[in-house]
């Protein structure tokens, strides 16, 4: 069974052709500095502890990152929508704001 209808981690196949592009979509927006690192380590370990396979893109760009609306970095994007900014989650607040943006998608 999946989770999230994602498929398991490794998967793919069947159950992901037909989706939208930027369904599945997570993005750090950030400089590239320590805590945009982290932010993005922390991300990937918490899509990990759900066994979500995506990407995640790191989006270093300042005019993309403004395109969000993002004045203070480190940002998470989820599925297109800006769900946390300006600070360093931490792993487990990542994966309650990750679980809750799957799960419920606008």
Known sequence: ?????WGKR??????????EEGEREVKVLGSGCARCIE????????????????QVEHVTDPTRIAAYG????PALVVRGRVVA??????KEEALKILKESLENPL
């Open 1 to 5: 069974m999946s989770i999230f209808g």
């Open 10 to 19: 490794g998967g793919g196949g069947d159950e992901d052709k037909g989706r």
């Open 39 to 54: 932010q993005e380590r922390n991300v990937r370990a918490a899509l990990g502890e759900l066994g979500v396979d995506t």
């Open 70 to 73: 993002v004045m203070s970095t």
């Open 85 to 90: 900014y300006g600070r360093v989650l931490t």
